[in-house]
């Protein structure tokens, strides 16, 4: 790797980037962004050595690497554009929270080109003057190769995760978008409609957000997240999201159940039960 690029110069382009930086990547580091603010703010922080807001630029920075990392839906037509200007040897892989169907869909752009990845790292702030160099330390990064995937590029992929202090797990594509559908992008949903819940029930006596406590605002940190972003996610990991949902209202009904008649014993005990599975991934 000797020219970087990354799309979406946001938080976690930024913090692609200052990670690199900080474990001893030399090369360049150029950014393509559609937004010019993004793009001043790389190149005045460090976090790129150049940025452009023309995709067609971003080419005749000839990338070796390129890392896309603006919101999902928008990585099938940059990738067409891209796929038409950049080098054949170029690796390009991703950080989008949805792999799935996404994947063959940039893998029938780009061919052999394309890695899948996710970093299961991030925090609920955007842009790119919130990079953190030391965001993937430690934390999984989940790679989607299928039998397509070239086995080269996968482990120079591999490889560069490694080198930023990630963990890095293979997993289908169709499986990661089932698992992170309960695990990250429900209790987002959750998150957002809490915050609603409390917007549509309080009244002209009453403003609900007065007193809010710190369960509530640690529960609902992550609807502090950009909008774009997890309408994105909602909308191409929606098959799964609709399930996740589903799961969590019949769970909800259970608990209703049990108060609405008072079953002090199987509240306790499915309390209890929900409790000690909490516990175990502490
Ligand atoms: P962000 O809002 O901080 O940054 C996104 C950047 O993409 C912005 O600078 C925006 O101007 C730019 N952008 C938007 N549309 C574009 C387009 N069409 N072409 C070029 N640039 C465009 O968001 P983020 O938190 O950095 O998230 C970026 C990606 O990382 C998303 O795909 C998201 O699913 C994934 N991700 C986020 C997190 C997290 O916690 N934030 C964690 C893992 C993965």
């Known amino acids: 790797m000797e020219r970087v690029l990354i799309v979406?110069?946001?938080?976690?382009?930024?913090?692609?980037?200052?990670?690199?930086?900080k474990h001893g990547y030399k090369g360049k580091i150029y950014g393509y962004d559609i937004n010019p603010?993004?793009?001043?703010?790389?190149e005045d922080l460090g976090i790129i050595d150049r940025g452009t807001?023309?995709?067609y630029e971003a080419g005749e920075f000839n990338p070796d690497f390129v890392m896309l990392s603006?919101?999902?839906?928008?990585?099938?037509?940059i990738a067409k554009r891209l796929g038409e200007i950049l080098?054949?040897?170029?690796?390009v892989t991703d950080q989008g929270s949805v792999k799935g169907s996404l994947v063959y869909e940039l893998e029938d752009?780009?061919?052999?080109?394309?890695?899948?990845?996710?970093?299961?790292?991030?925090?609920?702030k955007s842009g790119v003057e919130f990079s953190m160099s030391d965001l993937y330390e430690g934390k999984k990064v989940i790679l989607t190769p299928t039998e397509k995937t070239d086995k080269e590029r996968l482990e120079v992929?591999?490889?560069v995760w490694e080198s930023v202090g990630g963990i890095v797990e293979y997993m289908d594509p169709f499986l990661h978008d089932y698992v992170f559908g309960v695990v990250s992008h429900l209790p987002h949903a959750v998150a957002f409609s809490l915050v609603d819940t409390l917007i549509r029930m309080s009244t002209k006596e009453v403003d609900l957000f007065k007193y809010p406590g710190g369960g509530f605002k640690d529960f609902t940190r992550i609807a502090k997240s950009d909008p774009v972003m997890w309408r994105d996610i909602f909308l191409a990991n929606k098959e799964n999201l609709l399930r996740s949902i589903d799961g969590f209202i019949?769970?909800?009904?259970y608990l209703r159940k049990l108060v609405e008649e008072e079953k002090e014993e199987e509240l306790t005990e499915f309390l209890n039960e929900v409790k000690t599975k909490r516990m175990e991934i502490d």
């Open 87 to 91: 080098d054949e040897e170029v690796i």
């Open 53 to 55: 807001t023309i995709l």
């Open 8 to 21: 979406g110069v946001g938080f976690m382009g930024g913090s692609f980037a200052s990670a690199l930086r």
């Open 109 to 124: 752009i780009l061919g052999s080109k394309y890695v899948g990845g996710h970093p299961i790292a991030g925090t609920e």
């Open 157 to 159: 992929v591999r490889r």
């Open 70 to 77: 603006s919101p999902v839906r928008t990585f099938p037509e």
């Open 250 to 253: 019949e769970s909800l009904n």
């Open 37 to 42: 603010e993004s793009i001043r703010k790389g």
